[in-house]
């Protein structure tokens, strides 16, 4: 069983992204073979500074490691060091029709919100396919907000097979209910384009005044109160076992829970579980050279496998000549 995701490296994380794929990356770790990676190409359809690319791209591959990423089990690299990538996504496009791209919800959403439509944007999906396949990927892990990119995936690759015998897998995605879409500080899906998260690395200072400002209705603080629309639970409880959400639930129910109190518990909760991991963080950080040689031991194993699906390719669509 071959598991792969991958991050964009274009802003801080969040819970989203913590609890939606990265955990569980973490966590499969112990069952299959697991590549994982830092998607820098597909930042660059919103990051253009150079040097913050950079800079992400090293943080991002930081956070992965000190949050349990173990680079010496699994294959872990950066999208750019592994160029095979780019090759198979031109090759995939000429099985990409445009209505397909043109369905894309994700496309769609940055469009409306008034994004220029260019063509990084528009063949991001093609981007991801070529990311899947060239892996021979089994299982996805991510968000809801890229299951359809996983089914985009399916689609090309099945067009490919159809074309060419059986050359790719066809992944599935890996969703689970329960973190699909880890809500935001206002209820929706939590997002940096929102500006609604509550960010993994960041001082007391900053987390505690992320989490104070989570949405909570004007229900009196006597009165019992719905765990179910309420921001604070449905974020809350996913730091909390079946047991402990039960008793959450119950001090809910009961009424005389205030809000602030909640809010309180959740940010010292939050803290106590990402602190140890902040400290580690920080001390990859500063020592770039070991950074730097994890990720090119990360790329050759990536690049091993990806050249022999390559190899393939190249025989059979003619380009190898
Ligand atoms: P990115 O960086 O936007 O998001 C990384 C992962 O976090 C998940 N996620 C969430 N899950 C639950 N609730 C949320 N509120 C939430 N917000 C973000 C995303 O679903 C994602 O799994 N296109 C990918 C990067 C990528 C990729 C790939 C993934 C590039 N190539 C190949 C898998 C396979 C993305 O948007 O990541």
């Known amino acids: 069983m071959r598991i792969l995701s991958g991050i964009q490296p274009s802003g801080s994380l969040h819970l989203g992204n913590y609890f939606g794929m990265m955990k569980k990356m973490i966590d499969y770790q112990e069952q299959g073979e697991?590549?994982?990676f830092i998607a820098n190409y597909h930042a660059m359809t919103s990051v253009s500074d150079g040097k913050a690319l950079a800079k992400g791209t090293l943080e991002a591959a930081a956070n992965?490691?000190?949050?349990?990423?173990?680079?010496?089990r699994s294959t872990f690299w950066v999208q750019s060091d592994v160029p095979e990538v780019q090759e198979l996504a031109w090759f995939l496009s000429n099985?990409?029709?445009?209505?397909?791209?043109?369905?894309c919800h994700s496309y769609k959403d940055k469009i409306a919100k008034g994004i220029a439509a260019n063509h990084g944007l528009f063949a991001y999906p093609v981007l991801m396919s070529a990311d899947i396949l060239?892996?021979?990927?089994?299982?996805?892990?991510?968000g809801k907000d890229q299951k359809q990119h996983v089914e985009v995936t399916r689609d090309i690759a099945a067009k490919v097979n159809n074309e060419y015998g059986e050359i790719f897998t066809l992944p599935e995605p890996d969703i689970d209910d329960?973190?699909?879409?880890?809500?935001g500080l206002d209820g929706q899906k939590m997002s940096k384009s929102y500006g609604n998260t509550i960010d993994l690395f960041q001082t007391e200072k900053q987390l505690r005044k992320q989490i104070m400002r989570i949405v909570t209705?004007?229900?009196?603080v006597?009165?019992?109160?719905?765990?179910?629309?309420?921001?604070?639970?449905?974020?809350?409880?996913?730091?909390?076992?079946?047991?402990?959400?039960?008793?959450?639930?119950?001090?809910?129910?009961?009424?005389?829970?205030?809000y602030g109190d909640v809010k309180q518990e959740l940010f010292e909760t939050v803290r106590?579980?990402?602190?140890?991991?902040?400290?580690?963080r920080n001390a990859i950080l500063e020592d770039k050279e070991t950074l730097h040689k994890t990720l090119e031991m990360g790329a050759q194993k990536a690049r091993y496998a990806a050249s022999k699906v390559m190899r393939k390719i190249r025989k059979k669509s003619g380009i190898a000549y």
């Open 178 to 183: 329960d973190v699909a879409t880890v809500p």
């Open 95 to 103: 099985f990409t029709p445009m209505g397909l791209l043109e369905r």
């Open 134 to 142: 060239i892996f021979n990927s089994d299982k996805v892990p991510v």
């Open 272 to 280: 106590d579980y990402f602190t140890p991991f902040t400290e580690r």
């Open 64 to 72: 992965f490691l000190a949050l349990g990423m173990d680079p010496e």
């Open 34 to 36: 697991l590549f994982c």
């Open 222 to 258: 006597e009165d019992p109160k719905d765990p179910d629309t309420c921001n604070v639970f449905q974020i809350y409880r996913l730091f909390l076992d079946k047991e402990q959400q039960d008793a959450l639930r119950q001090r809910y129910l009961a009424g005389g829970l205030g």
């Open 217 to 220: 209705d004007p229900t009196p």
